[in-house]
Every structure is written in C-alpha cells, then in structure tokens.
C-alpha cells in the first residue's frame, strides 16, 4: 500500500481550546503588568525606606512566576501541538501548569497563615497610611489582571452542552489557575484593607493578623478546588458521567452493547473516546462512530468491533 493512500485516515492531534491564543495574550499582559508593579514596589520601597511596600513587593513576585507559569504552558502547548511525541496532543499541558500553579497558591496562603499567626500573638507596629496605599495598589493591579483573565467559560457551559457537569470537560484550568491568583492577591488585599481600616480608627491592631488568617483559608480552599479539577484531569478521570451515559447510549442499539468505554480530557473541549462494542451483528467502526455524531466535544474516537462468540460467522 502507498503512503499516499493512508492519508485521508491520517488526522491531526491538535486539542487546544478554541480561545488558546487569546487566552495566551492576556496572560502574557497579565505577567507583564505583575512583574512591572513587582519592580516598583521593591524600587519604591528601597528608596523610601518602606518594608511593607517592599514586602509586598517579593510577595508579588510569587504571582509573577505562577502567572509566567500559565503563559509558558501556552507557548510551549502551542509551539508542539503537533509534535508526534505527544500521542495525544499537548491540549493537558494547561492542567500541569494549573496543578503547579495550585501548589504555589497553597505555598503563599501556608507562608500568609503564618505570618499572620506570628503577629497576632507577637504585635508590631504598623505604619498604616503606607500599609492602606499599598494595599490600594495591589488591589487596583489585581482588578485589572482579573478582568483581563476572566472568561465566560468560568461562569457558562457551551451550548452543545446537555447536563450541567458537562461544561466542566471545556474549561480551560490554566487560565482558571491565573485568574485564581490574581483573585486571590485582590481578596487578601481587600481584607487587609478593612483589616488595616479597622486597626487605624479603632485601635484593633490585631484585626490585621485576623484577616490574614481568614484569607489564608480562602486561598487554601481554591488551591485545593484548583489541584482537585486539575489533577483530575491529569489522572484521566471521566469528564462527565453523563457524557458517557450518552455515548453508551448511542452505542447500545439493537443488540450492540458496550463491554468496555474509556472517555477522558484530551485538552480544553477535547475528549477522547476508546469503547469495545459487542454485537451479534458486526459492522464497519465507522457504522459506530456515526452514531456518536452530534455530541459535542468528541475529537478522538476509537471503536473496536468484537462479534459475539455465540453468533461468530462460519469459517
């Protein structure tokens, strides 16, 4: 047989989301604008002679590495996607980044519980004017990178889409792990605004360590969310269980049934699909496949045909 004559069952491997460069641009900004407030602040507060400023400013410097993280997994996803040693395509190569990206957020909120533990029971003095205008800042830098990072996909399921766990298979968890960070330095500077207010006028110094505490545990609550979806992923666990309710539905006509069904993520909106169909009546796998057609987000499908050894033809 001639090279030539595999080619039209040649198909390409490429499962990004359908908002991968976009999604890369912004985050590239959102870095940009990090690392730029980073350097300020650590400039700003040398030269001034603020510790807090500068303090927040190396505090940013673990946003930047996540949020470069998330930008780097793009490109290198984008640069290989078709690279034939990845079997399946570099479309989970956004999970990895959001898993470490979980990790680094679990770290900051770990190091933030135990400063803010240390100095509710060991006080020091707080310059509170500078301490409330560096929370400003951080705060207004965190509302721009959000916006920039916020997508749709955080909030709605793609239409195609027919039970509500079905969304989940199309969310892109990089820019989820980004938007995450950012959310999270813009809570923790929220709180430590009201924290910083409330020690100012009313003398409660120790609602600064409180509230540090408090967004602590917030942060740890979606570092733990994010690794879950993302490691889930990772894993190859089953994208939706009424996803595959419905391709072994579409499956099981007749006498057909499925002896064995693997469906996973294979990247943002991608999922793969291996079954083992039984039948007393064996046909083509492309009889099979069409069957599934119409159902969203199955970009790799694989049927194995097996005739019922009750009914196997006569030799």
């Given at each position: ?213 408090v967004g602590a545990g917030v942060i740890i609550s979606w570092g733990l969310g994010l690794m879950r979806s993302s490691g889930a992923v990772l894993l190859d666990v089953v994208p939706s269980r009424g996803l595959a ?71």
């Open positions: 047989m001639h090279t030539h004559s595999l080619e039209r069952w040649h198909h390409a491997h490429v499962f990004l989301g359908e908002k991968h460069d976009r999604h890369e641009r912004r985050t590239w900004f959102v870095v940009a604008l990090t690392a730029a407030t980073m350097v300020a602040e650590v400039t700003g507060g040398t030269l001034f002679g603020s510790m807090a400023v500068v303090a927040d400013g190396v505090h940013m410097s673990t946003h930047v590495a996540a949020l470069a993280i998330a930008a780097l997994a793009y490109r290198f996803a984008r640069r290989h996607a078709a690279d034939a040693r990845f079997s399946f395509g570099t479309g989970k190569l956004g999970e990895l980044a959001a898993f470490a990206s979980a990790l680094i957020l679990l770290l900051i909120a770990l190091i933030i519980a135990y400063e803010s533990m240390t100095r509710f029971f060991n006080p020091v003095a707080i310059r509170y004017t500078e301490a409330i205008a560096v929370a400003w800042i951080g705060l207004t830098v965190n509302l721009i990178s959000a916006w920039l990072l916020s997508d749709e996909d955080h909030h709605h399921s793609h239409a195609h889409d027919n039970d509500d766990d079905d969304h989940h298979h199309s969310h892109d968890h990089n820019i989820r792990a980004a938007y995450i960070h950012v959310l999270a330095d813009a809570v923790t500077s929220v709180l430590a605004i009201g924290g910083l207010l409330m020690g100012r006028f009313y003398g409660l110094a120790w609602m600064d360590a409180l509230v540090g505490i309710d419905r391709v072994r539905g579409r499956l099981e006509v007749g006498g057909d049934r499925v002896a064995d069904l693997h469906l996973w993520r294979l990247g943002p909106g991608h999922a793969g699909v291996i079954a083992s169909v039984v039948t007393e009546h064996p046909q083509p796998p492309e009889n099979y496949k069409s069957r599934l057609a119409g159902i969203g987000g199955l970009s790799h499908v694989t049927i194995e045909v097996h005739p019922c050894p009750d009914h196997a033809p006569a030799s």
